[in-house]
């Protein structure tokens, strides 16, 4: 159930209310004068598999699952490459001494 907390007290104490808000999943209403100008109320969580059921039949794959895989590992191993050309980039800036 929410609760009723004023601007002023919401302004004041706002890191906790949030806090509060997703400890225990209820909702804040905002008053003033005595009056709702608004609420907070804490983020809807679906859970990984909901969010994956929306996702079937979105996509096809048109060749075998050996090239899907074979593709997979090509795209792995070039990124792997790729971040491994950048961290030595990087080492070899900081080794320089600076004058």
Do not use: W, Y
């Amino acid at each position: 159930m929410a609760r009723n907390i004023s601007l002023v007290a919401a302004r004041k104490e706002l890191g906790r209310i949030v806090q509060e808000i997703g400890r225990t999943g209820n909702g804040v209403n905002l008053t003033r004068r005595g009056k709702i100008v608004a609420r907070i109320v804490p983020e809807e969580r679906g859970n990984r598999v909901d969010a994956l059921t929306a996702l079937r039949g979105s996509a096809e794959l048109t060749g075998s699952f050996a090239e899907l895989t074979r593709e997979l590992r090509i795209l792995r191993k070039e990124g792997g490459l790729a971040l491994e050309q950048r961290t030595a980039g990087h080492s070899r800036r900081r080794a320089k001494p600076r004058a």
